[in-house]
T-cell receptor, first 116, second 116 residues
Framework: GAGVSQSPRYKVAKRGQDVALRCDPI?????LFWYQQALGQGPEFLTY????????KSGLPSDRFFAERPEGSVSTLKIQRTQQEDSAVYLC??????????????FGPGTRLTVL | GESVGLHLPTLSVQEGDNSIINCAYS??????FIWYKQESGKGPQFIID?????DKRQGQRVTVLLNKTVKHLSLQIAATQPGDSAVYFC???????????????FGKGTKLSVKP
């Protein structure tokens, strides 16, 4: 079946622009996660949704970062007034069950954001 | 904060040899560990996982070993193939970490290069 998809795959933004990154999780998956992966580093947690509820946003680096999942399926990560340090790959992952399970997190291909 | 780390950033092996990738973790509260494989331009792909009540788990050509005494995790790949070339990440899911029980904490990764 279809895996996690993300769009766009690549995004170039000028410093100060707003961007929106989309994630389509695996159908029926309850949990959705956003991670940020800097070049040569492992992914770092940004935020977590269980259905439409954002249960954890402790990893968001600043108030310029905002995520939503209004209908409990597709999620959007928005970055306002982008800065060069926001350049990274943004990964979305989904899992079938809720947060306390050991369900496998399936990752999308990521969106590579470059801020000039 | 506490994090997962790796002993070897790069590993080069001959095709057909066995590979061992090591990882140290520092959060003793973690009870679930996962190995992911990430190829260039793709998202992390689940390989194998292990819970803290186990010390060994085997998959197809892969084995994960967990030593809770020294907080060490390893991934063994048997008969390594060119298609195994990728960056390998260990990740942990700590319980009661920062209020979230869902997100993964990744190490920096080990790049595995397989020579034909």
């Amino acid at each position: 079946g279809a895996g996690v998809s993300q769009s766009p795959r690549y995004k170039v933004a000028k410093r100060g622009q707003d961007v929106a990154l989309r994630c389509d999780p695996i159908s029926g998956h309850v949990s959705l996660f956003w991670y940020q992966q800097a070049l040569g580093q492992g992914p770092e947690f940004l935020t977590y949704f269980q259905n439409e509820a954002q249960l954890d946003k402790s990893g968001l680096p600043s108030d310029r970062f905002f995520a939503e999942r209004p209908e409990g399926s597709v999620s959007t990560l928005k970055i306002q007034r982008t800065q060069q340090e926001d350049s990274a790959v943004y990964l979305c992952a989904s899992s079938l069950m809720g947060q306390s399970s050991t369900d496998t997190q399936y990752f999308g291909p990521g969106t590579r954001l470059t801020v000039l | 904060g506490e994090s997962v780390g790796l002993h070897l950033p790069t590993l080069s092996v001959q095709e057909g040899d066995n590979s061992i990738i090591n990882c140290a973790y520092s959060n003793s509260a973690s009870d679930y560990f996962i190995w992911y494989k990430q190829e260039s331009g793709k998202g992390p792909q689940f390989i194998i996982d292990i819970r803290s009540n186990m010390d060994k788990r085997q998959g197809q050509r892969v084995t994960v070993l967990l030593n809770k005494t020294v907080k060490h995790l390893s991934l063994q790949i048997a008969a390594t193939q060119p298609g195994d070339s990728a960056v390998y990440f260990c990740a942990e899911k700590p319980m009661n970490y920062g209020g979230s029980q869902g997100n993964l904490i990744f190490g920096k990764g080990t790049k595995l290069s397989v020579k034909p």
